[in-house]
């Protein structure tokens, strides 16, 4: 058996970098690891491309589900003490499995490693270094210390993962942070400053100035869901209040592009009964009658 299990999801891999992320996972410094790759019914070859490398263990769901239910379905497969996933636009650095287990198997209460990265482009050129603590005022971040655990940037104890069920599959977006939301606790996470893994830019996922309304309904769930760690006059109360106004502030302006200004204007008075000083959302609302 395996030592670490690593699992990378799939839709489409052929035009989206799969073999790429494949590869760097076989170029690790540390060699005592599986690979599987959940195909999540594409439509195109990846079948074909995963099978040309004989190292790799392919399973296919007959459905599109989503990447968290992709990655659940890898988990469950796993049978190593420790657990990663990469996506398949992403890459490791080539010591990535070798650091990050050294620490966490020194750590026995600790349930995951993560570890800083680069913002690359489609040729793999860095764009920016991405540090792995962040202290926004937001719940995505208060919620979880500061650790911006980044999927493709974490090395997990497998236990821990299984003992609160994975990924939630019902959410569209924000499902990592759920999760690290879920596991974290005082001593559980152990950050590594180091850049030991690369996250992809391009095209359709590097532009994110107006959301999908897909997106936008992945943020209200996670919203909704974890409402109720955010009392009133506390910190994560008031960090609450201003995500729920950058949610309709953007809603607001999704309504606009589509030329629907009443929902639009709708959209922008729930923003400022949150924020009600804020500048910008007063003039979208304002735009909104002239549209």
């Known amino acids: 058996m395996a030592h670490v299990s690593v699992v990378i999801p799939a839709y489409n891999g052929t035009s989206r970098y799969l073999d790429q992320a494949i590869r760097s996972v076989l170029a690790q410094s540390y060699a005592d690891h599986e690979i599987i790759v959940v195909d999540d019914a594409s439509t195109d070859r990846t079948d074909a491309l995963v099978q040309?490398?004989?190292?790799?263990?392919?399973?296919?769901?007959?459905?599109?589900?989503?990447?968290?239910?992709?990655?659940?379905?890898g988990g469950r497969l796993a049978q190593s003490p420790f657990l990663a996933f990469l996506d398949q636009d992403d890459l490791w650095e080539p010591t990535f499995?070798?650091?990050?287990?050294?620490?966490?198997?020194a750590a026995t209460g600790a349930a995951l490693v993560h570890c800083d990265g680069y913002q690359v482009n489609e040729?793999?050129?860095?764009?920016?270094?991405?540090?792995?603590?962040?202290?926004?005022?937001?719940i995505t971040q208060l919620l979880r210390g500061g650790h911006d655990a980044a999927t493709s940037g974490s090395l997990f104890r497998k236990t821990w993962f299984d003992s609160v069920g994975g990924y939630d599959a019902g959410l569209s977006i924000?499902?990592?942070?759920?999760?690290?939301?879920?596991?974290y606790g005082p001593e559980r996470f152990i950050h590594l400053p180091q850049p030991m893994y690369r996250h992809r830019l391009y095209g359709h996922n590097a532009s994110r100035d107006i959301p999908s309304l897909r997106a936008l309904d992945g943020r209200r769930r996670f919203l909704d869901k974890h409402a109720s760690?955010?009392?009133?006059?506390?910190?994560?109360?008031?960090?609450?209040s201003n995500d729920w106004a950058i949610y309709y502030a953007d809603l607001g302006k999704h309504h606009l592009q589509a030329h629907a200004p009443q929902e639009a204007r709708q959209a922008f008075r729930f923003a400022l009964r949150h924020q009600p000083l804020n500048v910008k959302t007063w003039s979208r609302l304002l735009r909104s009658y002239f549209v």
Not at 97 to 105: D, N, R, S, V, Y
Not at 123 to 138: C, G, P, T, V
Not at 229 to 240: D, F, H, Q, S
């Open 52 to 73: 040309t490398i004989p190292q790799v263990r392919y399973v296919r769901h007959t459905r599109n589900a989503g990447q968290a239910a992709a990655r659940n379905t």
């Open 97 to 105: 499995l070798e650091k990050t287990l050294a620490i966490l198997e």
């Open 123 to 138: 040729h793999n050129e860095i764009l920016e270094y991405d540090a792995a603590m962040k202290h926004q005022r937001s």
């Open 174 to 183: 924000w499902e990592d942070i759920d999760l690290a939301i879920r596991l």
């Open 229 to 240: 760690a955010c009392r009133p006059g506390t910190p994560e109360g008031e960090a609450l």
